[in-house]
């Protein structure tokens, strides 16, 4: 896979979460910070979320970053996303 930028994981995270969380969730409401828990991200959705990264990345989780915590804002899941493809 080309370089990735840590500014251009976020867009491509947000277009893989955002239809995970439904129709009814205003994407000007997900910031860096937003607890995605809260915002409709279930467990289900969650696996979504990481297989979708996983095949867009060309990375896979390591089971350590397999957690609540990781997957529970945008900015954790760029952060963690972030050490994974630039190794």
Known sequence: MEET???ALEPAVREILLPLLGP???PAGIGP???L?????DSL???SLMAGLEDTFGIE???ALL???TFSTVGRIVAALDGLVRS
């Not at 828990?37 to 991200?41: F, P």
């Open 45 to 47: 959705g969650s696996v």
């Open 67 to 69: 957690t609540k915590d």
């Open 5 to 7: 930028t840590t500014a």
């Open 37 to 41: 828990w809260q915002a409709g991200l």
């Open 61 to 63: 989780f390591p089971d």
């Open 33 to 35: 910070d937003t607890d």
């Open 24 to 26: 009814s969730t205003d």
